[in-house]
C-alpha cells in the first residue's frame, strides 16, 4: 500500500536552476495538493488540483508551477530555484476531507 | 495576517497526564477541523477531525473539542504516551472549497 509517494527526498539545487518534484498516489484520489513547510509557518498550500486537466493556485504559489495530466500523477516544477525556496515539500492527495500526506522532499537552493 | 493560530509552539507534559492542544481560527465560514500529528522525517498523518455541526469528537484517546462562537478547537489526549510526542497542526476549510488552511503546529513532548 504506497499511498503518496514523493522523489526525491533530499535535493540540493544552485540558484537559477531547474527540477521538478515529483509525486504520484495510488488510491484514485481526485483532488491533489503541494504544499511548503518552513518553521515557524505551518504548512502552506502552493497550488492545487480538483481531477486531471485542472490546477488551481494556493496561498504561495509565486516561482512554482504544476500540471495534472493523470489522475495518478502531480509534478510540481521549480524553473529558477531562488533560495527561499528552501524548504520541506509535501503532496497530499484527498478523501473524504482527510488529506493524505507523502514522506516529504527537503529541498536546498544554494 | 494568519486565518489558523496555534499560540503554543511547545508543551511538556507527565506521561499518563492529559495533554491539550489549542487552535483559534478567525473565519466563520471555516466548517470543518482537521488535527494532523507529524513526526520528524515524515509527512503528517491524520489524527481525527471535527465539522461544524457537532461540537465534540472523540477516538479513542484523542477527543476534538469545537467551540464555534469562540472560534477555537482543541485536541485532548488522555491519558498521554511518550509515542505521542510530535508536532501537531490544526487545519481548517470551507466545505466546497479545496483549501485547507494549517496552523503553526505545537510541538508535544509527553515525559516518561
Known amino acids: 500500500n504506497a499511498g503518496v509517494t514523493q522523489t526525491p527526498k533530499f535535493q540540493v539545487l544552485k540558484t537559477g536552476q531547474s527540477m521538478t518534484l515529483q509525486c504520484a498516489q495510488d488510491m484514485n484520489h481526485e483532488y491533489m495538493s503541494w504544499y511548503r513547510q518552513d518553521p515557524g509557518m505551518g504548512l502552506r498550500l502552493i497550488h492545487y488540483?480538483?481531477?486531471?486537466?485542472?490546477?488551481d493556485q494556493g496561498e504561495v504559489p509565486n516561482g512554482y508551477n504544476v500540471s495534472r495530466s493523470t489522475t495518478e500523477d502531480f509534478p510540481l516544477r521549480l524553473l529558477s530555484a531562488a533560495p527561499s525556496q528552501t524548504s520541506v515539500y509535501f503532496c497530499?492527495?484527498?478523501?473524504?476531507?482527510?488529506?493524505?500526506f507523502g514522506e516529504g522532499s527537503r529541498l536546498t537552493v544554494l | 495576517d494568519q486565518q489558523v493560530k496555534q499560540n503554543s509552539p511547545s508543551l511538556s507534559v507527565q506521561e499518563g497526564r492529559i495533554s491539550i492542544l489549542n487552535c483559534d481560527y478567525t473565519n466563520s465560514m471555516f466548517d470543518y477541523f482537521l488535527w494532523y500529528k507529524k513526526y520528524p522525517a515524515e509527512g503528517p498523518t491524520f489524527l481525527i477531525s471535527i465539522s461544524s455541526i457537532k461540537d465534540k469528537n472523540e477516538d479513542g484517546r484523542f477527543t476534538v473539542f469545537l467551540n464555534k462562537s469562540a472560534k477555537h478547537l482543541s485536541l485532548h489526549i488522555v491519558p498521554s504516551q511518550p509515542g505521542d510526542s510530535a508536532v501537531y497542526f490544526c487545519?481548517?476549510?470551507?466545505?466546497?472549497?479545496?483549501?485547507?488552511?494549517f496552523g503553526t503546529g505545537t510541538r508535544l513532548k509527553v515525559l516518561a
Open positions: 487545519a481548517v476549510y470551507t466545505s466546497g472549497t479545496y483549501k485547507y488552511i
Open positions: 497530499a492527495s484527498r478523501d473524504n476531507g482527510e488529506l493524505f
Open positions: 488540483s480538483v481531477g486531471a486537466g485542472i490546477t
